[in-house]
Every structure is written in C-alpha cells, then in structure tokens.
T-cell receptor
C-alpha cells in the first residue's frame, strides 16, 4: 500500500523557534502536496500546498520545501507561536483509475509550542 | 457559504443499533469522503465518491455503507454498531482531489 511517512510523531518547540515537519513519499505519480492543520475538536483545514514544479512555497510564517531527488517535502514554521499548537498532516495527491485522484495522508505530527 | 455540514455532532449508540451520519456540502464539489479518526491517530478513509451515483471503498469500509444520490449529500450508514466503531467521523469534499474542506465532525460512542 502506498504511504506517506511523516515525522516526527510529536514535536515540542519553544516560542519563537522554528518547527520542522518532514514527509517522505513513495508514489512518484504525484502532482500536489498539501499540508493540513487540525486543532483539537475541529476538522483539518488546508494550511498550504505545493506543486512539484517549484521547490519552495512561502505563505507568511509557513514554508513548504520540496526535494524531488530525495522524495521528501517539509513544512517549516518560522517564529513559532503558541497558537500554532495543533496536529499537522501532510498528504500527496496521486491519480487513480478513470482520471480520478486520491490523497494519501501522513499519520500526523502533534506540535506543541511552549510559551 | 456553509461549507461542509455534518449532523449530529455527538451520538451515543448501543451495540447492535444502526444510525446514519449526515453530510451536506454547498460548494458544488464533485468529490466527497468519509474518514474516521481515532484518538491521537491519523485519518482513515472509509468511503469516497467522485460524483453522484458513484461510490467506492476506502481503507476501512467494513461495517459501513454510503450512497450519493445528489452532488450535495453523502450520508454514511452504520449497521449493527460495534464498540470498534467508536471514533470521530469527518466528512470532506473537494474539487478533483484538491483543497479538501472538512466538516466539524461527529463524535460517536458505541456502548
């Protein structure tokens, strides 16, 4: 079964520090890598996404970097804040039959930002 | 826009009972999904649909059924509830597999 391996499982970062979450993918027939943020008691929400034709995308304090040769993509959160404490999921969109698509999800990273 | 609306938000079922979790989206998305999320765990795909009248099994379909008669609605049916089905259920929709919008979830306990 196709997988996206996400690490670490949990992460504690001091306020103002850089949070880094990594994902390694297997399926090379991808075209879209999103990251989702989930707060306790809520559904996941799209945070930022990248396509493989670019190596980096930045939105505010959040940056996705993509390394095609290593089959990895990473989320960096600069100047991490307590409000960033959440669970983060990476995913890879792959084609399936009949021109349809599916997301393959990572297992999630629980991020805690200490004040 | 309401986005993806799930009802109910909470439910307690007895073993062997059945229920339907409702999901409606108003974004005219063609794809819809049902996931379950156990405490501290990731998302597991139960069923998905790429359009009205088309459904397919995900990773963990046993004990569940779905139907998709309209673009907007994608109900999930639990038959003969078991304690292993205690979980939080999320419905989501997307356009061609991008930009999933999730509902707020249904917390189900089977006792």
């Amino acid at each position: 079964q196709q997988q996206v391996k996400q690490s670490p499982q949990s992460l504690i970062v001091q306020k103002g520090g850089i949070s880094i979450i990594n994902c390694a993918y297997e399926n090379t027939a991808f075209d879209y890598f999103p990251w989702y943020q989930q707060f306790p008691g809520k559904g996941p929400a799209l945070l930022i996404a990248i396509r493989p034709d670019v190596s980096e995308k930045k939105e505010g304090r959040f940056t996705i970097s993509f390394n095609k040769s290593a089959k990895q993509f990473s989320l960096h959160i600069m100047d991490s804040q307590p409000g960033d404490s959440a669970t983060y999921f990476c995913a890879e969109r792959v084609p399936v039959m009949d021109s349809n698509y599916q997301l393959i999800w990572g297992a999630g990273t629980k991020l805690i930002i200490k004040p | 826009n309401a986005g993806v609306t799930q009802t109910p938000k909470f439910r307690i079922l007895k073993i062997g009972q059945s229920m339907t979790l409702q999901c409606t989206q108003d974004m005219n998305h063609n794809y819809m999904y049902w996931y379950r999320q156990d405490p501290g765990m990731g998302l597991k795909l139960i069923y998905y649909s790429v359009g009205a009248g088309i459904t397919d099994k995900g990773e963990v379909p046993n004990g569940y059924n779905v139907s998709r008669s309209t673009t907007e609605d994608f109900p999930l049916r639990l038959e003969l509830a078991a304690p292993s089905q205690t979980s939080v259920y999320f419905c989501a929709s997307s356009r061609q597999g991008e930009g999933y919008t999730f509902g707020s979830g249904t917390r189900l306990t089977v006792v």
